[in-house]
């Protein structure tokens, strides 16, 4: 049997299958000529294409290896489209797991196909898996795009999950934060020779220790070429003043998650900061990022909705500051 031309522009390239499961293309290939799992139709291209129904079909299989059953026995009851309930009876000394299955997936909502492969293959505890799928969104989408469409839906999903069954899953959140910060600093190219001098200094408040939204702003400040200076997590306040005083930077961006770690006070102190020869002083534009600040209003000192809006506000404030004559 072959496609339509419909059915064709309808399905899905083994790549895009692979994203959507959350495995590696190598394993999607693997399962179709290993266990005969491959697409029912055939094209006319060498490429093969993934219609719904094929699609189904590697869903249970990966339903049912995460239950524990063999592959070659999950293999063969997708084929015969046996339901995982019923399956689920296969899996080895831990019987009924497959069945709990669809009460242990993260509930991601309406979003795009590459945050269900994310969180399935961060349900699987598959590293490999979860560093091709963001190192793919990044390169695909490009930084701001990938942040905000795929990387923290899938975020906020492991969150949800956490908080909704008894603090379990901590282990899936460390391994996707874990490798969202190394794939963030992959995605960053090095500072070009003669602009060591970072123009934005980005720091979490004292107290605070999350650090990926932060991350995330750093790096795509230096996907534009902005040289930048991130600080990490909590900060001493005694060493951001030092760390300002050095280096003299035009935006600054203060990270708190939490109201309890947002410090009005700092902010202010910070922002007021001056450099410079007389009739020429400069001080620093103080970005408040994080739901932290909710409620605080600063005069003079932004609060960015998201990396998109913080990544205008910083463009905008360092190219005002390339304006003025170096004094310092």
């Given amino acids: 049997m072959s496609l339509s031309e419909h059915e064709q522009s309808a399905a899905l ?15 999607v290939r693997s399962w179709d000529q290993r266990y005969g799992l491959g697409p029912d139709a055939h094209t ?18 990966c339903a049912l290896t995460m239950a524990g059953v063999p592959p070659a026995e999950a293999a063969r009851i997708a084929r015969e489209g046996r339901s995982s309930d019923r399956a689920a009876t296969h899996a080895p000394a831990r019987p009924g797991l497959a069945r709990r299955r669809s009460r242990t997936g993260l509930q991601i909502g309406d979003v795009r196909r590459e945050c269900k492969g994310l969180a399935r293959a961060s349900l699987r505890l598959d590293a490999t898996s979860v560093d091709d799928l963001l190192t793919t969104a990044i390169a695909g989408y490009g930084l701001v795009t990938a942040w905000q469409e795929v990387i923290v839906p899938t975020l906020q999903a492991v969150g949800r999950k956490w908080e909704s069954s008894g603090e379990r899953y901590v282990e899936v959140e460390h391994l996707l934060s874990w490798h969202v910060a190394g794939a963030l600093r992959r995605s960053s190219p090095p500072i070009p020779a003669g602009q060591a001098a970072a123009t934005t200094l980005l720091a979490c ?30 900060m001493p306040a005694e060493a951001l003043v030092e760390a300002v005083r ?12 939490s109201r309890t770690t947002a410090s009005r006070p700092l902010a202010q102190y910070v922002a007021a900061m001056e450099w410079g020869v007389r009739g020429a002083r400069r001080h620093p534009l103080v970005l408040t990022l994080g739901p932290g600040w909710a409620g605080q209003t600063l005069p003079g000192l932004p609060r960015p909705s998201g990396l998109a809006e913080a990544l205008a506000v910083l463009e905008t404030a360092i190219a005002d500051d390339a304006q003025r004559p170096v004094t310092r």
Avoid: C, N, Y
């Fill in 13 to 27: 390239s083994t790549g895009a299958v692979a994203r959507l499961l959350g495995v590696a293309p190598t394993t």
């Fill in 44 to 61: 006319g291209g060498k490429h093969r294409r993934w219609t719904a129904t094929d699609i189904a079909r590697l869903e249970q299989m």
């Fill in 205 to 234: 408040v004292p107290g605070e220790i999350h650090t990926l939204p932060l991350e995330a702003l750093a790096a795509a400040l230096a996907e534009r070429g902005l040289p930048v200076r991130m600080f990490g997590p909590a």
């Fill in 246 to 257: 050095r280096t003299g930077p035009a935006a600054i961006g203060l990270w708190a998650q």
